[in-house]
């Protein structure tokens, strides 16, 4: 039996202190240890995007990511980017263009177009398609995401 291992992460700038088993998820941690059930679990092998996290600023898909690798580290999910309950520009475009219908791929879209504005706050379509080509969304068909994320750019620009 492996042996637990304690780890302190800062999770949407809360800092957590557990002791985990060696083989738990960053994803399972997040969900079941800390309960922050917003990052959501699709596939369970690192295709679908559903659990994508900022790590240290970085999208990392949370199922193939240890809660043991994360000690030490920042974690932002989904929880963390409205503020005392309004919605972030992101969000709030999201929601303006109809960006979801079910929402179980939501949080992984959301904190992965996250990460691609806050390295290029004005990308080019190509760019977006590039950014976002490893999230599956089995409800919308793409484009009312790509246009939530075309104006989620120009909320952030004139904010
Ligand atoms: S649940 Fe992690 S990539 Fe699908
Ligand atoms: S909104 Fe249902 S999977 Fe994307």
Redesign the pocket.
């Known amino acids: 039996m492996p042996t637990p291992r304690q780890i302190q992460v800062t999770v949407n700038g809360r800092r957590y202190e557990s002791t985990v088993e060696p083989r738990l998820t960053l ?1 399972d941690y997040l969900r079941h240890e800390i309960s922050l059930p917003g990052t ?13 996290v900022l790590w240290n600023g970085r999208a990392v ?4 990511m240890l809660a043991v690798q994360a000690d030490g580290s920042e974690i932002t999910t989904v929880e963390g980017l409205a503020t005392d309950g309004a919605l972030n520009p992101i969000q709030q475009a999201f929601l303006e263009e109809h960006g979801l219908q079910c929402g179980f791929c939501t949080p ?1 879209f959301l904190m992965t177009v996250t990460e691609m504005l806050e390295h290029n706050p004005n990308p080019s379509d190509e760019e977006i398609y590039d950014y976002l080509g490893g999230q ?1 969304c089995r409800c919308t068909g793409y484009q009312s995401i790509l246009a939530a994320v075309r104006s989620a750019i120009q909320k952030k620009a004139s904010a």
Do not use: F, L, P, Q
């Open positions: 994803a959501h679990v699709g596939c369970e092998h690192g295709v679908c995007g559903a659990c994508t898909r949370s199922c193939i992984g599956i």
